[in-house]
């Protein structure tokens, strides 16, 4: 029998354990509940072929037994062709009843879902995981809708290997999408202590089954923009692109086994923040203040962690020739430790949370963009691109005697610039473009390996004590700073300064 096909639009978060025995209880859902919880118990195998082609489309197959009602239901979700969102999970889904606890292909080929599903694969299925998942369902009504919270306790199992589940879901029944942004706030800012989860149990299931990382740092490329695409939209597309890469990096920069992880997080980041700033024109002034002072907040945590981790990674062993020195080295580690404890803090400080829910809700708003929004994203463009070029230029007028922060802060305008080149190249694709963004790029490397070189040289002096840094590293950094500072970054502003902007 076919239940339905529809579209789940949800919010996953996780919580600490010690806390999910009280959320169904806190006064916060008490005062937004529409019926009494519902408890139910869960045994859930997930099915693929052997290898693993639907998990390569993106689409997972399970089989839950709901224990307490005796009832077995089979689903299938997808991901949705083009999701709109960010932190919210918009998937495809059909569900039937049936008996047993093995798929009824049967049912999916009537349906005509089998025709979306990779060759072959109903006719390979086999079980890869199962699930012993303990729920509450609580039913909210906040004003404007209707959401459902699910709490989930349990446990994911593939042979010998457990991964616990300490969750909750809120899942929009009815109302706006931005909704379920503002039950999550209200909940966050009545005290409950959520962080948000891009990691489903699909996910995790499938990483314990295949002993691989759950948290692998993701990197996507940028999307294209169309040549006549409103201003507004392409912020949307842009924005929502680079908090999508902030949250599904996450988990890799808490876990911190791969300094990838920290760098991607951030990196989108400063692309987020780049992109407010590029389309500040067009966005409404009294809603941004408090989303980009969480946002520069978030950069300037995970910033010491990266430029550390590039320092034991990179440049320590580059400057030893070999093998860096041990005590230099085992100080350089216990520092790191330290500044990733400040990146995990922050990652579940709920503060964080707010933030970000806050953004995605703002990207969700169609509503919060001024008239100008409409205009076309290649009309606007050429202005604004003006106005960055013009500031760099004031701010580099007397390059080579520019101190060390004033050459920091225009790296950061570079940075910036080189941010909205990348995300505008599909509107001016030409030889002119090619080249000024090879200037521009240039440029900020050159800058950027100076900062590098200067962050060495300062650490270097915080990890020799009380003592004196090793000389020989300490002169060959010195030789490197000079060749920056005197020959790599003047060349390279020479070259941008005289390489016309392809949207005059």
Known sequence: MTVGQEQEIELKFSVPQEAIANIASHPAIVAIQSKPATNRHFRTTYFDTPVLALRTQGSILRVRHDIRHNT???????????????????????????????????????????????EGALEALTPIFTGDIHRTEILLAPPGGLVELAIDHGELRSGASVSPVCEIELELKEGPRTLIYDTALALCAAGLPLRISTISKARRGFSLAMATPLAAPLVLPPPAL??????????????????????????????????????QMRLALRRLRSIFSFFHPILPRDVLPDIRTGLKHMTQVLGPERDLDVFIAETLPRLSGEK???????????????????????????????????????????????????????????????????????????????????????????????????ATQTLFASPEAERFALAASTLGKALGRYNNACFARDMLKKLAGKGKPPALLANRLAQQLATLREKDAPEAWKTFKTTRPYWE
Not at 256 to 263: F, K, L, N, P, T
Not at 387 to 416: D, W
């Open 72 to 118: 077995t239901i089979q689903t299938i979700k997808m991901p949705e062709a083009a999701p709109k969102a960010t932190a919210i999970s918009p998937r495809r889904e059909w569900e039937w009843k049936i008996s047993g606890e093995t798929p009824d292909t049967d049912v999916v080929r009537t349906a005509g879902i089998h025709a979306l599903l990779p």
């Open 226 to 263: 169309l040549e006549n695409m409103p201003a507004g939209q392409a912020f949307r597309m842009l924005a929502a692109a680079n908090l999508s890469l902030i949250l599904s990096n996450m988990e890799s920069a808490l876990d911190g086994r791969d300094i990838e992880g920290v760098h």
């Open 324 to 422: 860096p020195p041990a005590l230099l080295m085992q100080r350089a580690r216990t520092r790191q430790k330290a500044m990733h404890a400040k990146t995990e803090a922050l990652l579940k400080d709920t503060a964080t949370t707010i933030i970000l829910l806050k953004t995605c809700r703002f990207l969700e708003d169609e509503r919060c963009m001024k008239k100008e929004a409409q205009r076309s994203l290649s009309t606007c463009a050429p202005a604004w691109l003006d106005k960055m070029h013009a500031k760099i230029l004031h701010a580099g007028r007397h390059f080579s005697h520019l101190p060390e922060k004033e050459l920091h802060s225009l790296r950061t305008r570079i940075k910036k610039l080189n941010m909205a080149i990348a």
